[in-house]
């Protein structure tokens, strides 16, 4: 099933930026399709490939980090071409 996620992680000290754009970079490695905004990285793949990496680089970040907040938002079904309305 293809799905979309909508990912933001927030390290909790000082040196913030450097946890994000690790992550940033180890995901743009991935096979998955992205779209980067300044505030959250949208993913879009197969559901199972996608938190299965997620769960993975996600556990690295948090051995990594002391403290780190990640929401994460996920929606069944490829949102990719999705372009906002202007009027």
């Avoid at 927030?10 to 994000?20: A, K």
């Amino acid at each position: 099933m293809k799905a979309s996620f909508d990912l933001s992680i927030y390290p909790l000290h000082q040196d913030f930026e450097q946890p994000i754009k690790d992550f940033i970079r180890q995901l743009r490695k991935s096979k998955f399709e992205l779209i980067e905004t300044p505030l959250s990285t949208q993913i879009y793949g197969e559901f199972n490939e996608v938190m299965a990496w997620l769960t993975n680089h996600l556990d690295e970040t948090f051995q990594n980090q002391e403290h780190c907040v990640v929401t994460l938002k996920i929606l069944n079904g490829d949102r990719s071409s999705y372009r906002p309305f202007k009027d």
